[in-house]
């Protein structure tokens, strides 16, 4: 079988690569296709992924490329974990946001929109090149905004295009180990859009064990949401919000701690990152040694600021631990190639999932995986105040979308002022104007 990984100079591929070797089943991937533009990152990934493969004798070939065509052509399964604009760009969309007072977060907020507006139609081509050349192949999105970037490239692949996130898993994990439950056979009921949803309950044996949760304050402390959103909240909820959410539940706060920061996350990890590239550049430098080392930092520094905003404090060791979106992206391409049932939590088209949204929506939910694809879960509606949120902000992408199709300014000022973390109009307007001036990839957006 192989797989393409766009991106695939990226820091985060030998987390993929590693969920490879660790797979021994029949009909596993066989050779994967590094394909970046940047020739430098992919060198320095790829000699990674060497020292990984050097203990297994039957580990995947890994093959490198600058030809996006030539990567897609004949491949099974297409990953994109693109970057458009780089860590600068990502630098920039923070920096924009926060001049004008509003959070700019990569996925939230004016950011969000930022990146999707210059992500988009590089997806688009993607998508297309996809169709055209691997019309077979199954395309799992990493890229973010990722429910964003989803929907934009179902409306060439349709239901061929899946989204992952490591978020829901991580939460539902932790969730289940506060109590005492086993995080492989727990239901996890969460619903809503990416980095936008709850876990509204987590059954073992048919009975919900969330409501034991809610009432052990000792136990909501035990974990890293439960510290980040507290108790009292939690309780109020009557769920366990998507880490996410605490930019839209404690806005102000989280404002301020990044206003007052150091550095924004974007420009840690583009130093952080341009830091790990260099190394990886000289001679005799040990490339999964360093990689480990700069992934250790990575993850101890994560949501920083929210951290600072709420006073809980350095992350616990248990919080360390990623959500594993590799293995959700294994465990996704094992029951399409081999029919191995599963459920996961993915970014897929509504379909009457949510009444709220309309059946091409792509929203996060349970989804039940077989030969055929994902298939969203009958999930109970969504409290207003979710189901409000949710309607908002699917109607902030709805406008990214369109503004990415038509280069309508109107429509890309509409999207940010849409936004619930956007508090005028004008600030929108200036938002907008702020990022053409930063990021060439907006210059499309031309007409009025």
Not at 94 to 107: F, W
Not at 264 to 272: E, I, K, P
Not at 392 to 419: C, I, N
Request: proline share 5%; aromatic share 6%.
């Amino acid at each position: 079988m192989k797989l393409t990984i766009l991106g695939g100079g990226g820091f985060r591929v030998p987390l993929v690569y590693g969920a490879l070797l660790a797979d021994r089943g029949e009909g596993r991937v066989t050779r994967v296709t590094l394909h970046d533009v940047d020739a430098d990152r992919l060198d320095a990934v790829a000699r990674v992924l060497a020292e990984q493969a050097a203990a297994h004798p039957d580990a995947p070939r890994v093959v490198v490329t600058r030809d996006l065509d030539e990567a897609v052509r004949g491949a099974d399964f297409v990953f994109s974990a693109i970057r458009v604009g780089g860590l600068e760009g990502r630098a920039a969309d923070e920096r924009v946001a926060l001049a004008e007072g509003v959070l700019g977060q990569e996925t939230v907020g004016a950011g969000g929109i930022a990146y999707g507006l210059r992500t988009i139609p590089v997806a688009m081509d993607i998508a297309r090149r996809v169709a055209g050349l691997a019309p077979d192949a199954w395309v799992i999105n990493f890229t973010n905004p990722a429910g964003l970037v989803t929907e934009a490239m179902s409306r060439v692949l349709g239901d061929r295009v899946i989204g992952i996130c490591d978020s829901p898993v991580g939460l539902g994990r932790r969730v289940a180990r506060a109590l005492g439950a086993d995080p492989a056979t727990a239901w996890i009921d969460y619903v809503g859009l990416n980095h936008l949803g709850w876990l509204r309950g987590l059954r073992v044996g048919g009975r919900d064990e969330l409501p034991r949760l809610l009432a052990d304050t000792d136990a909501l402390g035990s974990f890293e949401e439960g510290r980040l959103f507290g108790p009292d909240w939690l309780r109020s909820l009557g769920a366990v919000p998507n880490e996410y959410l605490h930019y839209y539940y404690f806005n102000r706060e989280t404002v301020r701690a990044y206003q007052e920061a150091k550095q924004t996350r974007g420009a840690f990890l583009r130093t952080q990152q341009a830091g790990f590239y260099e190394e990886m550049r000289r001679p005799g430098t040990p490339p999964l040694e360093t990689w480990h080392r700069t992934l250790a930092e990575r993850e101890a520094t994560y949501m920083a600021a929210n951290r600072e905003a709420a006073g809980t404090g350095e992350r616990d060791e248990d919080d360390l631990e990623s959500g594993g979106y590799e293995k959700v992206a294994l465990a996704l391409m094992r029951a399409i190639a081999r029919d191995e049932h599963t459920t996961l939590i993915l970014n897929v088209r509504n379909q009457g999932t949510l009444a709220v949204l309309d059946a091409q929506a792509v929203i996060e939910v349970p989804c039940f995986v077989d030969v055929n694809g994902a298939h969203p879960v009958t999930v109970d509606p969504l409290p207003y105040h979710a189901a409000g949120l949710v309607a908002s902000v699917k109607a902030v992408e709805r406008e990214v979308l369109a503004a990415a199709e038509s280069g309508s300014r109107a429509s890309a000022v509409k999207a940010f002022a849409l936004h619930p973390l956007v508090d005028s109009v004008s600030v929108a307007r200036r938002l907008l104007e702020g990022y053409r001036a930063e990021h060439p990839g907006l210059a499309y957006l031309t007409r009025p």
